[in-house]
């Protein structure tokens, strides 16, 4: 039964990927979506989910929390060791002074090195996009351990996870897209991403797997997540293009993923 739910989370997956990929010419609002479906998972599905899977940790933290701090830290360090980081200053509109001219921006620092920004960038974006197959391989996983605790409780973990996969397949491509021309990389990093949970909910056939190893990979993941539409989506989505449409987009994205949540639980 397990096997059979992950079906409709391979569909719902590619059908992500799918709206992903048909709106490039409006890539602003593409990446504004993403980044608040991104924060969405985050704050209203990842974050609440971990820590219902583990206890107190070492000092009193919930390990979950730890591993949200690495995993943003992690892909900090990740970004600064290869010099990608790219705020987009000189992107956004001039700087105006009500009792002066326009001031415009400086250059960012180091704008001669565009393309290797961007090349690092999209390295960046494609060990975003694996972190979100490996999270699909969890969400596989929690089906199968779900059933095991239950028919009910496997249904509705079933459904929570179908319901997000659309933000999962949406997101994996448009991380995998960042910063490429081709899209190779990020088709087979989403058939990947929608195949995870079919493998996830399999592997429980033949073993089963500690929750409390769980809550801490969540958390990791959403750490990673949040670093990634923080410092790359949504500053990228931001970047020379009109402001309200690019918030109004993030704010649809959060929106739908409390209502998928919601409508889960």
């Given at each position: 039964m397990a096997v059979l739910l992950s079906l409709l989370a391979f569909l719902m997956t590619l059908a992500g990927g799918l709206a992903a990929m048909r709106v490039h010419d409006h890539?602003?609002?593409?990446?504004?979506?993403?980044?608040?479906?991104?924060?969405?998972v985050v704050?209203?599905?990842?974050?609440?989910?971990?820590?219902?899977?583990?206890?107190?940790?070492?000092?009193?933290v919930p390990a979950p929390m730890i591993g949200f701090a690495?995993?943003?830290?992690?892909?900090?360090?990740?970004?600064?060791?290869?010099a990608i980081h790219r705020g987009h200053e000189g992107e956004y509109a001039p700087h105006v002074h009500a009792h002066g001219p326009a001031v415009p921006r400086p250059p960012a620092a180091g704008a001669q090195a565009t393309g290797a920004q961007g090349a690092g960038a999209a390295k960046v974006g494609l060990l975003a996009a694996c972190a979100l197959v490996a999270h699909s391989f969890i969400d596989g996983l929690s089906i199968g351990l779900g059933f095991q605790s239950g028919t009910e409780v496997?249904?509705?973990?079933?459904?929570?996870v179908v319901t997000h996969d659309f933000a999962d397949g949406f997101n994996t491509f448009t991380a995998a897209s960042l910063n490429r021309?081709?899209?190779?990389?990020?088709?087979?990093?989403?058939?990947?991403?929608?195949?995870?949970?079919?493998?996830?909910?399999?592997?429980?056939?033949?073993?089963?797997?500690?929750?409390?190893?769980?809550?801490?990979?969540?958390?990791?993941?959403?750490?990673?997540?949040?670093?990634?539409?923080?410092?790359?989506?949504?500053?990228?989505?931001?970047?020379?293009?009109?402001?309200?449409?690019?918030?109004?987009?993030?704010?649809?994205?959060?929106?739908?993923?409390?209502?998928?949540?919601?409508?889960?639980?």
């Open positions: 890539r602003h609002l593409v990446l504004g979506l993403a980044g608040g479906l991104m924060l969405g704050a209203f599905d990842l974050v609440p989910e971990s820590l219902e899977m583990s206890g107190p940790g070492p000092l009193g690495c995993g943003f830290l992690l892909l900090h360090v990740v970004e600064q060791s290869v496997g249904a509705f973990v079933a459904l929570a021309a081709g899209r190779r990389p990020a088709l087979v990093l989403l058939f990947a991403d929608a195949l995870a949970p079919i493998a996830g909910a399999a592997a429980t056939l033949l073993i089963s797997v500690p929750r409390s190893v769980l809550g801490p990979y969540l958390g990791l993941f959403a750490g990673v997540l949040l670093y990634l539409a923080a410092a790359e989506i949504l500053p990228e989505a931001h970047s020379d293009h009109p402001r309200i449409l690019t918030l109004c987009a993030t704010a649809l994205g959060l929106v739908v993923v409390l209502l998928g949540v919601g409508l889960a639980d």
